[in-house]
């Protein structure tokens, strides 16, 4: 059984103005999420700024994102480390926070080979009785999980359930379909390839547009899903200009930005990130407000 059908929100990390996570607005984010439809809180992830949080930090927004949903939905915490101890380390931290599953990135900077990565994931998932979610995002990490090993890894370890795809690459992800043979669900890690993912057999997408569109970005699933393939493509071309924007700049600098623009009060950065150059912010503006989301 999927962990969520959907669109689940990879939900940034507020922070106050000397920096320390500000609790009271993740609770205001996170509810404001299950109102607006979203199927799945994904805490700690890219987008959360995880990197650099301090695994006390880490810990302690997994655990307020469990208790403040209080099971309305999903709750995944991102856990992945290109340490392998760390990633066992912090899953076990999710497990104990009651977690409903753990969203695990390949190995960035000292990377891993296929094979080192089979064993990455096999001892991750191993540790845990949690279902765990693969992330495959290339492009910053420096790792790519191959079909073959994804399907190997899908098909040998039984919580090994899903993968969100951030690669990019249609073809590739037609090929990890086709070769886990249904024991791998299939998210869009990428918010301008949400129905493409969706026509090969996708569960939805981790998103980064949830942030600032959550029900209509719930809608792109929910409508392709349905049957409404017409409905669910306007909505995706809809926001395809908005959803440039969001990655003109490293994420999560854009998003944090336009949340700020709409009036969320997010809150700044954790260097080495910094502020959205003038330029990228004003066409980022302009976007918001072509779809309503800015006045």
């Not at 689940?8 to 109102?35: C, M, R």
């Not at 695994?55 to 099971?71: F, G, L, Q, S």
């Not at 926070?97 to 089979?118: C, E, F, H, M, R």
């Not at 993912?197 to 997408?205: A, H």
């Amino acid at each position: 059984m999927s962990i969520f059908t959907g669109a689940g929100v990879a939900i940034v990390t507020p922070f106050k103005e000397n920096g320390d996570v500000n609790f009271e607005k993740l609770g205001e984010i996170i509810d404001y999420q299950i109102n607006e439809g979203t199927d799945s809180i994904i805490i700690c992830g890219t987008t959360g700024e995880a990197s650099t949080l301090s695994h006390e930090e880490h810990i302690e927004c997994i655990r307020y994102a469990v208790d403040r949903t209080n099971k309305r939905i999903p709750v995944i915490a991102g856990t992945g480390s290109n340490c392998t101890d760390t990633a066992i380390f912090l899953s076990k931290e999710a497990q104990r926070a009651n977690a409903d599953g753990v969203l695990v990135v390949t190995p960035y900077y000292n990377k891993a080979t296929q094979n080192g990565l089979i064993e990455h994931f096999s001892d991750i998932a191993h540790a845990i009785d949690l279902p765990v979610v693969l992330y495959n995002v290339p492009s910053r990490t420096g790792c790519n999980i191959l079909p073959d090993t994804a399907a190997y890894l899908a098909k040998n370890v039984e919580n090994i359930v899903a993968m969100k795809d951030a690669t990019g690459n249609i073809s590739q992800v037609a090929q990890t379909i086709l070769q886990s043979e249904g024991n791998l669900d299939i998210y869009s890690g990428n918010d301008d390839q949400i129905v493409p993912v969706l026509s090969l057999g996708g569960k939805g997408v981790i998103s980064v547009l949830s942030n600032v569109a959550p029900k209509d970005t719930h809608e792109i699933v929910s409508k392709y899903l349905s049957g409404d393939t017409k409905g669910s493509v306007e909505l995706q071309l809809r926001y395809l200009p908005l959803i440039n924007a969001l990655f003109s700049e490293v994420n999560p600098i854009p998003v944090k930005k336009a949340m700020n623009f709409m009036g969320m009060e997010v809150g700044g950065y954790r260097k080495p990130l910094t502020e959205m150059e003038d330029a990228h912010a004003k066409s980022l503006l302009k976007e918001l407000k072509n779809v309503g989301l800015v006045k």
